[in-house]
């Protein structure tokens, strides 16, 4: 049974425009949600979290929604660039950080 | 520099011939953790451990072993790989603070292959 549901799982967008990724989670003790990006070769790397406390998370052209009695929470990427093209992944934890569990990833191509 | 190192990077075994995944971590974090990759089912989580001396099983721990003697080192052992092992491995070295202090950092993977 998938502990975080992710979607969609390959996204296309046009250079400038606005990329979004769900995801959902059955578990409501997970308390950290993590974001991670992936480039072809590469190991993930670690880009933006966020915790059950707030409801929206920034940094920089990335931005986590969290809906916590929806239970979902998202990743949108603006003004998306090429650059931006890679695979991302969201994940869930419990506190303390012990177990992690992922989403099944969303391949992301930004068009020029 | 901040890294994590594998080895090896790349791996053909046959069933049955144990091995070794070494990880290493220059940060001396105490959370240190094992993925494997495969396409369509993301990461999954094989053993983490949260100091030295202390892992527990992840969501798919069958057929591997770790150990943690050394802050540093967190190597994954298969006993008698078998093909549905075959995979891409990531080693994960994490500090986890009060507030929004969390930093992670993965390997570069290691891609094996069981015939």
């Known amino acids: 049974q998938q502990q975080v549901k992710q979607s969609p799982q390959s996204l296309i967008v046009q250079k400038g425009g606005i990329s979004i990724i769900n995801c959902a989670y059955e578990n409501t003790a997970f308390d950290y949600f993590p974001w991670y990006q992936q480039f072809p070769g590469k190991g993930p790397a670690l880009l933006i979290a966020?915790?059950?406390?707030?409801s929206e998370k920034k940094e920089g052209r990335f931005t986590i929604s969290f809906n916590k009695s929806a239970k979902q929470f998202s990743l949108h990427i603006m003004d998306s660039q090429p650059g931006d093209s890679a695979t991302y992944f969201c994940?869930?934890?419990?506190?303390?950080?012990?177990?992690?569990?992922f989403g099944s990833g969303t391949k992301l191509n930004v068009k020029p | 520099e901040a890294q994590v190192t594998q080895n090896p990077r790349y791996l053909i075994t046959v069933t049955g011939k144990k091995l070794t995944v070494t990880c290493s971590q220059n940060?001396?974090?105490?959370?240190m953790s094992w993925y494997r990759q495969d396409p369509g089912l993301g990461l999954r989580q094989i053993y983490y451990?949260?100091?030295?001396?202390?892992?527990d099983k992840g969501d798919v721990p069958e057929g591997y072993k770790v150990s943690r003697k050394e802050k540093r080192n967190f190597p994954l052992i298969l006993e008698s790989p078998s093909p549905n092992q075959t995979s891409l491995y990531f080693c994960?070295?994490?500090?986890f603070g009060a507030g929004d202090q969390e930093t992670q950092y993965f390997g570069p993977g290691t891609r094996l292959l069981v015939l």
């Open positions: 966020i915790r059950p406390d707030v």
């Open positions: 940060m001396n974090h105490e959370y």
């Open positions: 994960a070295s994490s500090f």
């Open positions: 451990s949260m100091n030295v001396e202390v892992t």
């Open positions: 994940a869930a934890s419990r506190y303390n950080f012990n177990k992690f569990y």
